[in-house]
Structure formats: structure tokens, C-alpha cells
């Protein structure tokens, strides 16, 4: 594959000197068109002038009709004017609607819910559905391998009665346009996910404006491999400048067997990268399996994220996830009590020997230099107090024991002795000092979010609704949704 953004600059160079382009059409990954994009408005506007004569529009809420006539209209300076259309319907071909699916369970997984939404959308308008026509018994019909991953947002969007827009072609009004002419110096761009080359919109734009391909395949045949490694050469070399650090090839190789071609993800891991090696030069491969995990894989960590977030809605859609996934609500249960018992911890640390460890947007290298020897302090001290715990509760039984016994019981009781039984050490079973510091900086940063007493609560809630859960005669996946919802809003 070409080096998508070297392809931009060779059509900004043509611009240059023969003219830009009234119409450019960009589509293909979202961050590589994104990107493109910037490109081509720092080329045709001043960036000082940008939040004047830039005007960002979308399909859902902008139709052909104010495009057309906001491309026809002159700017407030006699300057370049560029109108951002993004529009994933108009290059679109029916045939291929069922695109929009693959990208709607892609965007849940990314935690991207309007982008799904619109995916959704605009694959039942284009196969004219409506939400009348979904219910759960049908909708594998409709929506195929997909129908289990969409089902959530589908009743979500169906009890908010969502109307599904029309499907409307508007390739026809475009080219029109584009015969006609804008008003000097106004230039249109075009951003869309999906672009079906044998459209003869497609074809006019290749013909009369630019055109700049962001598609990225995810095959495993060879072709598409050394397409995906080649994008992905873009955003790290991208990140090497700007952070003036070296990601060798394994690292890289790591983070694609991990992340796919999911290029947002690349780019916002190869940040948290760098702030983890801090002062180190280069980024190994044993950096990126230290930080970088499978999230789209792992809907525990991604419905614990969004409980400590208090993100209700994100939590409720990766609850169903897990219900679909066979996971039982005990199980479901247990993970989310582990997360709140070590926050209680981490609250703990922090306000006792990790005292001014950790501030609200800190660096990382900062966290890591404050740190010191405060975790195992603090775990020394919470054993400690565990064991003092322990052996206080014992001798009270032992104590309560001996207060029932008679006179004869204690006349016997003088004649053999009893054996005194030593209190077992405890061990605590989330030590911090054995975390990984940049866990440990990223659960400083969720801990902060409560007070003691929130987290407190939420552990009778969770003890509470365990104890529920294994009873007879109740609903286990209504309670675990009411535990969800009333953690949230702690």
C-alpha cells in the first residue's frame, strides 16, 4: 500500500502550483483520514483563518441542500473556504451494507457507542428497515452474525423510539454541483468510511477532483499483511519524531497482533508506551506485553473500567456482552467485588504511607520517582493490623468460651489444661507493592474519583447483592443489573 499521507502531500504539491482541487474525497480508517484531512485544510487555509472559513458538517445532520449552498456562498474573507462533509451513505453501495455492521460491532468494541449507532442506522436505512421490524426472535434474520453483538444497542435505541433516517442518494445533486462550479476559491471535502469505486460519483470525483484511499485490510493474506505493517509504519514513525524514542520491530509487531489495524488504538498505546519507559530511549516488546492489553477481548476489565468511571449506560452494554458471552452473574459478581476491595487498598495507600505519591494528572515518570519504597511499607502495615485484628478476634472467642463454662466445667478445666491455638498470620491478598507501577498509577487515578465511605458502600452493596444472587426465587441478572446502575451512582 502506498504511504497514505505521502500520497497527500504529492496532490497538496500538484495543488501548489496548478490549483487545489474543488472536491476531495478521503475515506478509509478513521485516524488515517483524520489525519489526511488535516493536511489538506492546512494546505488551502491559514491556520489562523481556519475557525472562520472551515466549516465541519455531517450527513445525519446536514443534508446536500446546506452543503451546496453553504459551498455556494461566499466566505467572510476573500480568501480559501473549505466545507468538511463527512457522509458514510453517499459513496455507499447497498450490496455491501452489511459493512456497516462489521463497523458497529467494531465501534462498540472500541467503546465508540454513537459511532456504532450511526453504523446501525445507516445499514437499516439503506436496506429500508425500521425498528418495527427487530425484535429478538428475528434478529438474526436481519442483522446475521453480527445480530448478537448489536442486540443491546438494537433494544436500546427501539425503547428510545430512535426513528431510522431514509436513505437518500445524493451522488446525483453532487456531480451536478461539481459540473456547475462553486463560488471561487470554496472547495469541498468529502470524509466517509466506505467508498464503492464503481459508483459514478466515485469515478467523476477521480475524474474532475482528488481522491486519497485511508483503506486499510485486515486479511491475512500477504498482501493485506504488508498493507497493514506499512500504515502502521505511518503513525510510528509519526510517534518516534514526536517523542524522539525508538519502537523496534518487535514492539511493533506485538502491538499489531494485539491492536489489529485499530490505528486509534495504536496511536493512543504508543503514548501510554512512552510515558512508561519515561527516560529510556527505545520501546521494546516486553513493554508493549507489560501495558498493552487485549481490551476488545476483555469485557471484564472493560465493565469494571466503566463502573469505576460511573459510566452507566458503557457499563450496562458490557454487562449483556458478558451475559452473552455464557458468564454468570456470581462470576460477574466476584470481579467487580475484587475491583471496589482494591480500590479500598489503594484509598488506604493513598492516605496513609502513599500520602502525596499521586496527584490528578501527574506524569507517570513523576508517580514513579514519588513512589519509592511506600508500597511495601503500606503492606507491611496492613498485615500488621490484619494480625493484631486476628488475634484480638481470638481471644475474645477464647474468652467467650470460657465465660459459659460452670464450676465443675472450670474445676475439670484446671485439671487438663487446654492448648491455647495461635492466631494463623494473615496475608493480604492484594498487595500493592507486587502491582505493576503503572497499574498501580492508573488505579491511583481511579481510586481519587471516591471517598472512602462511596467504596465502603459499594462493598455491602456488592456483598448484599452476592448474597441475593445465590438465593432462590430472584431474578440474577435483574439484580446484577440494579448493582450496576446503584454502584454508578454512588
Keep these: ?48 483563518k481556519q475557525s472562520l472559513n472551515c466549516q465541519f458538517m455531517d450527513a445525519e445532520n446536514h443534508g446536500i441542500g446546506i452543503v451546496l449552498e453553504n459551498l455556494n456562498t461566499y466566505g467572510l474573507f476573500p480568501e480559501a473556504k473549505v466545507v468538511v462533509w463527512h457522509n458514510d451513505k453517499l459513496l455507499a453501495s447497498v450490496v455491501n451494507a452489511e459493512d456497516f455492521l462489521e463497523k458497529a460491532v467494531g465501534a462498540l468494541e472500541e467503546n465508540k457507542r454513537e459511532k ?26 436481519y442483522l446475521g452474525d453480527f445480530s ?14 430512535v426513528r431510522v433516517p ?8 453532487l456531480m451536478q454541483a461539481m459540473d456547475k462550479g462553486f463560488a471561487p476559491e470554496n472547495h469541498l471535502v468529502v470524509t466517509t468510511v466506505v467508498a464503492d469505486k464503481r459508483k459514478r460519483l466515485y469515478k467523476h470525483i477521480e475524474s474532475n477532483g482528488a481522491v486519497v484511499d485511508c483503506t486499510v485490510k485486515s486479511g491475512q493474506s500477504a498482501a493485506d499483511k504488508r498493507g497493514l505493517e506499512e500504515s502502521a509504519a505511518q503513525i510510528v514513525s509519526q510517534f518516534e519524531k514526536a517523542w524522539s524514542k525508538k ?64 459510566k452507566p449506560d458503557k457499563a ?40 502525596g505519591v499521586y496527584a490528578p494528572g501527574m506524569r507517570y515518570d513523576d508517580f514513579q520517582k514519588r513512589l519509592g519504597n511506600a508500597p511495601a511499607a503500606f503492606d507491611a502495615q496492613l498485615n500488621e493490623t490484619l494480625l493484631q485484628w486476628s488475634q484480638a478476634w481470638s481471644q475474645e472467642e477464647d474468652e467467650e468460651e470460657t465465660g459459659e463454662q460452670d464450676d465443675a466445667d472450670e474445676t475439670e478445666k484446671q485439671e487438663i489444661p487446654a492448648q491455647k491455638v495461635k492466631a494463623k498470620k494473615p496475608v493480604a491478598d492484594i498487595g500493592i507493592s507486587k502491582m505493576n507501577s503503572y497499574v498501580l498509577y492508573l488505579a491511583c487515578g481511579k481510586a481519587q474519583n471516591f471517598s472512602m465511605n462511596q467504596l465502603n458502600k459499594a462493598l455491602w452493596l456488592l456483598r448484599d447483592a452476592d448474597k441475593a444472587i445465590k438465593s432462590t426465587g430472584q431474578n440474577p441478572r435483574l439484580l446484577t443489573e440494579t448493582l450496576v446502575l446503584s454502584l454508578c451512582s454512588l
Aim: charge should be negative.
Design 1 to 48: 500500500m502506498k504511504d497514505v499521507l505521502t500520497q497527500v502531500d504529492g496532490l497538496l504539491e500538484k495543488g501548489r502550483k496548478d490549483g487545489f482541487d474543488g472536491v476531495w474525497l478521503i475515506f478509509g480508517d478513521e485516524l488515517l483520514v483524520e489525519k489526511a484531512c488535516k493536511k489538506v485544510l492546512d494546505a488551502i487555509v491559514k491556520k489562523e
Design 116 to 141: 456504532a449507532r450511526g453504523f446501525l442506522l445507516t445499514f437499516m436505512g439503506m436496506k429500508k428497515l425500521s425498528f418495527e421490524n427487530l425484535d429478538p426472535e428475528n434478529l438474526e434474520e
Design 148 to 161: 448478537s453483538e448489536l442486540k443491546p444497542l438494537v433494544a436500546e435505541l427501539k425503547a428510545k423510539g
Design 166 to 173: 431514509p436513505y437518500v442518494d445524493d451522488s446525483k445533486l
Design 247 to 310: 519502537v523496534d520491530s518487535k514492539a511493533v509487531t506485538a502491538l499489531l497482533e494485539l491492536l489489529g489495524a485499530d490505528f486509534r488504538a495504536l496511536e493512543s498505546n504508543l503514548a501510554k508506551l512512552g510515558v512508561y519507559v519515561g527516560e529510556r530511549p527505545a520501546i521494546t516488546a516486553r513493554d508493549v506485553q507489560s501495558i498493552v492489553s487485549r481490551t476488545r477481548k476483555d469485557p471484564v476489565y472493560l465493565l469494571t473500567d466503566a463502573l469505576t468511571s460511573r
Design 316 to 355: 450496562l452494554v458490557f454487562l449483556d456482552f458478558l451475559f452473552d458471552d455464557g458468564f454468570h452473574e456470581l462470576a460477574v459478581a466476584a470481579a467487580t467485588i475484587n475491583q471496589f476491595r482494591r480500590l479500598v487498598v489503594i484509598k488506604s495507600f493513598l492516605e496513609g504511607p502513599g500520602k
